[in-house]
């Protein structure tokens, strides 16, 4: 029974190894990756449900007892975010069919696809802090992988800046976890939690708080450790922009909300209500600036992904049940609308041949479904109402007003009209106006590509309509954890 | 100018002697490790540093002949032995990578502890092995 969580980790690597030997067969690997990913999306349905049901689930990986041996987790939390990730990255999988040259296809992208998502759904999974950076490491290498997957000269040259960023994040990360040994003893999560609580350590362990944060930061594009992002992303094809655009910095973020509810809870005035507020604000500020500068599809997605992680850094900075329940639902919001917006740029550069802005134009008049499909998913990120955007902005920065965070929530605030501005600026320009595609450009046909993106619309709205159900379930997902105590007890058995 | 033919006797003659010894001692670093220093990453390793020598003795042409092997596929091939080797132990009802040992006898070798952390350690070897010669042979296939 409690094998199962181990299955969103154990058979991605099954199938990932078995696609490596076959590897020049493209018929075989898609139907192989299209079913594992197919099923694992299922198996993340049936987990989420069963840990709402009966409770978080561990499993001792070798019958090891906690907190010697190396625990597998899967609470509230980590059962929605495995969620978001399967669906995401079945979604992208499907998209990838289509878009992505045979030539790369044969070049290991469905085995490096399942590493990522191995990293992925470890890190969400794992209840011990040296495996997360194990996990962490897994999803890298095979980002990295990913990232130059095709080797264009662009890709080569970006990719390189995100590996260097990388890597040193990585060197800090093990530097941290060598200190928190040092300081606890322990590697195990709610292990380390129940020390942190034990110890009279404010300061060592705020400084060793502050690394795992600049770490996680660089990882989700925080400010000030967000510039290898938007080149990057601009560089890889579609599906895979639209993966890492949508997952990578949420592990990022997860691990942020994980660490700092979890084990650094002991000074939440500083941590949390200064600093990660003071941060949340910079990212934002920054991020959405930098969108309203550019002039190209991808790039202005980018930038968004930036502004976006602040609102979610800025739910866990308020700390209070309702802003962490917001940034729980915003996280939900943005995997699937920024995904999604992520394929409309592959669409039409697939149409036009372009993503730069000023060379698009009248898409609404040759592909219509495109065009609205485009327009409701962008007005759900900027946050107009029946949408989930707004739903996702309301509870953090009504929580901002009533904490008293009043700066914080009025740049929230403008950052949200920004948005909004620079969604009319991509559909005003690419959609409208006049035609700048030539007939033959017109009359490609995208029903298909749309398909797969179309489940992504559908939940945008419905994320915005039932509201009122998803967000009770955030909200729980936040009270659990916000109470240390429920995880330790499930980890430690006490 | 009249490339000059390399005259390599001494260095091919002596690399088939030195492989012999250290692919059985790789075997025997592989066998050991469960208890003692060694295992799947340092056999693997030693393993790839043997067949490396073949390589920088003789050209890679002959050493291709010789091994026609795709070494990614040995990755593949490492990770399916890693994976399989937990999963066997979560068909017996136990946790993901529970591992087993029993003493055996076996005719000649006498007493043998078997466990099923050996499999799991093959795969590491074939891992370390594909992928380490892998990356040195791409590199080294550049400079042609």
């Known amino acids: ?494 | 100018m009249k490339p000059i033919k390399p005259n390599d006797m001494m260095l091919q003659t002596l690399a088939r002697l030195i492989i012999l010894v250290v692919l059985s001692f790789s075997i025997y670093l592989l066998l050991a490790g469960h208890n003692n220093p060694g295992g799947g990453f340092i056999g693997g390793l030693m393993t790839s540093s043997a067949i490396l020598i073949l390589y920088v003795a003789f050209d890679m042409k002959t050493i291709k002949k010789a091994i026609p092997i795709d070494f990614v596929k040995i990755i593949g091939i490492g990770l399916l032995f890693a994976s399989l080797t937990g999963v066997v132990s979560m068909l017996f009802g136990y946790p993901y990578l529970k591992q087993f040992f029993d003493y055996f006898t076996i005719p000649i070798l006498g007493e043998v502890e078997l466990t099923t952390a050996l499999p799991f350690d093959l795969g590491v070897y074939f891992v370390v092995v594909g992928s380490a010669l892998t990356i040195i042979l791409t590199i080294a296939e550049d400079d042609k």
């Open chain 1, 1 to 494: 029974m409690n094998n199962l969580i181990i299955l969103p980790i154990v058979i991605p690597f099954i199938i990932g190894a078995i696609l490596i030997l076959l590897a020049k067969r493209i018929t075989a690997q898609r139907i192989l990756s299209g079913i594992t990913m197919s099923f694992l999306l299922t198996l993340s349905i049936y987990l989420a449900v069963i840990v709402y049901l009966h409770g978080t689930i561990v499993l001792e990986v070798g019958n090891w007892e906690a907190p010697f041996g190396i625990v597998i987790v899967a609470d509230l939390l980590s059962t929605f975010m495995l969620l978001l990730s399967n669906l995401v990255g079945t979604i992208c999988l499907f998209f990838a069919f289509q878009t992505v040259a045979e030539t790369r296809e044969k070049q290991f992208f469905y085995p490096l696809y399942l590493f990522l998502m191995i990293g992925v759904n470890g890190a969400f999974l794992t209840g011990d802090l040296f495996n997360l950076f194990v996990f962490f490491e897994v999803m890298l290498i095979a980002s990295y992988g990913l990232i130059v997957h095709g080797g264009t000269g662009y890709q080569l040259r970006e990719s390189f800046k995100y590996v260097i960023i990388n890597i040193f994040a990585s060197a800090l990360f093990i530097a941290a976890i060598a200190w928190i040994y040092a300081i606890t003893g322990t590697m195990n999560m709610a292990h380390i939690a129940e020390r942190v609580a034990e110890l009279d350590q404010a300061g060592a362990l705020n400084f060793v708080a502050m690394l795992l944060f600049v770490v996680f930061a660089s990882k989700g594009a925080l400010f000030p450790l967000y510039f290898w992002l938007p080149r990057s992303y601009f560089g890889p094809p579609a599906a895979i922009a639209a993966l890492f655009g949508g997952l990578l910095t949420k592990v990022g973020i997860y691990a942020i909300i994980r660490t700092f509810t979890l084990m650094f809870n002991h000074d939440i005035g500083f941590t949390h209500k200064e600093l990660i507020v003071t941060i949340a604000g910079f990212t934002m500020l920054f991020g959405v600036l930098g969108a309203v500068s550019q002039f190209d599809f991808k790039r202005i997605l980018s930038y968004h992904i930036i502004s976006q992680v602040g609102y979610m850094v800025m739910g866990l900075g308020i700390f209070t049940p309702l802003a962490v329940a917001g940034a729980i639902y915003y996280i939900a919001h943005h995997m699937i609308v920024k995904t999604a917006l992520f394929l409309f740029a592959g669409v039409t550069e697939r149409i036009t041949g372009t993503t730069d802005l000023k060379k698009m134009g009248g898409l609404l008049g040759t592909h219509p479904w495109l065009a609205w499909f485009f327009f409701i998913t962008a007005v759900s990120l900027a946050g107009i109402p029946p949408l989930s955007g707004f739903f996702s902005k309301f509870p953090i920065i009504l929580s901002g007003f009533e904490e008293g965070q009043y700066v914080i929530a009025g740049v929230a605030l403008l950052v949200g009209l920004l948005t909004l501005f620079s969604m009319i600026k991509i559909f005003s320009y690419a959609f409208w106006g006049k035609q700048k595609h030539t007939k033959e450009q017109a009359s490609v046909p995208v029903r298909k590509l749309l398909l797969p993106i179309f489940p992504l619309v559908a939940l945008a709205i419905i994320l915005g309509f039932a509201a009122e159900p998803i967000f009770t379930y955030s909200l729980e997902v936040a009270e659990d954890i916000m109470d240390p105590a429920n995880y330790i007890d499930s980890v430690l058995k006490e």
